[in-house]
């Protein structure tokens, strides 16, 4: 079984950045893609960001590609979100996922979402004021 425990979130003004930390532990982090995603309210699960087990190969959503930066350490087993240039429309709950295959997208091409993945962390809250 893999817990995942996520931290870094906060309120901070529009334009800032923030780093987001996922610590995993129990099963075999470094065989497993990783993922971000993120709920605001009234809304469902948003694909944020996949990273492969060895951090070779990343994917991002549209809507934050050139702001964010997924990355992975696999010696701590953590996985990061770099957010910077944050708008009030990235106020969310914030989720670090894992799967148990490597491969961050589907063979198709097309981004994996929420139910693509095995194991989910509580959340951290991140506000934006504009």
């Known amino acids: 079984q893999v817990q995942l425990v996520e931290s870094g979130g906060g309120l901070l003004q529009a334009g800032g950045s923030l780093r987001l930390s996922c610590a995993a532990s129990?099963?075999?982090?470094?065989?497993?893609?990783m993922g971000w995603f993120r709920q605001a309210p009234g809304k469902s699960h948003e694909f944020v960001a996949t990273i492969n087990w060895s951090g070779t190969s990343t994917y991002y959503a549209d809507s934050v590609k050139g702001r964010f930066t997924i990355s992975r350490d696999n010696v701590k087993k953590t996985v990061y979100l770099q957010m910077n240039s944050l708008k009030a429309e990235d106020t969310a709950v914030y989720y670090c996922?894992?799967?148990?295959?490597?491969?961050?997208?589907?063979?198709?091409?097309?981004?994996?979402?929420?139910?693509?993945?095995?194991?989910w962390g509580q959340g951290t809250q991140v506000t934006v004021s504009s």
């Open positions: 996922a894992a799967r148990n295959l490597a491969s961050a997208v589907r063979n198709s091409g097309v981004h994996l979402t929420w139910d693509d993945f095995d194991y």
């Open positions: 129990g099963g075999t982090f470094a065989s497993k893609a």
